[in-house]
């Protein structure tokens, strides 16, 4: 067994390294086949052949076929660089996790301000100082009369509806 090992050999990754990497790649075509056109066009994939076979795979039904075309969108992969796709996909997702983050923010302002009743309004006023203190009164108040009388929850996605647009106004 000798002891010496040509420097060729130690640059190389092992075969266990490069089938993990063919994986993360194939992976990583799999969730471009899950993105919209308006989205992948965002992410501006130059080469036309690995855009055709995203498109392609959304219309394959049968579970072998899309298996074998999501390796091959995988070995498509190998030939470009990843990176800036990665980066793309990390910041789409980013702006959707903000924005759901945001939503339920909203939804935890809104409950406080009904579960308060009439001195919600200056919860809501506290939040956005710009708010309309009458129409929230307003708001509050149907909705204690809809609870009363057993009615929808109108006057809840209404004050909802409401602070949402105050908050896309703040921003």
Known sequence: MPDFIPDDELDTPSKSARKREMHRLQALGESLTELS????????????????????????????????????????????????????????????????????????????????????????????????RQQLRQIVLQHQREITRQKPPAASRKLFRYLKALAEDQN
Do not use: W
Not at 48 to 73: M, V
Not at 93 to 106: A, D, I, S, W
Not at 107 to 125: H, K, N
């Open 37 to 132: 056109d308006q989205a992948l066009d965002k992410l501006s994939i130059e080469d036309d052949a690995l855009l055709l076979a995203i498109r392609e795979c959304r219309q394959i039904r049968s579970n072998s076929a899309r298996k074998r075309h999501l390796q091959y969108i995988g070995k498509l992969m190998r030939t470009i660089d990843p990176e800036p796709i990665e980066t793309a996909l990390r910041a789409m997702h980013g702006k959707h996790e903000e924005q759901v983050n945001r939503f339920h923010t909203l939804e935890q302002l809104r409950d406080d301000i009904l579960e308060q009743g009439i001195t919600g309004v200056e919860l809501a006023l506290s939040h956005f100082p710009e708010a309309d």
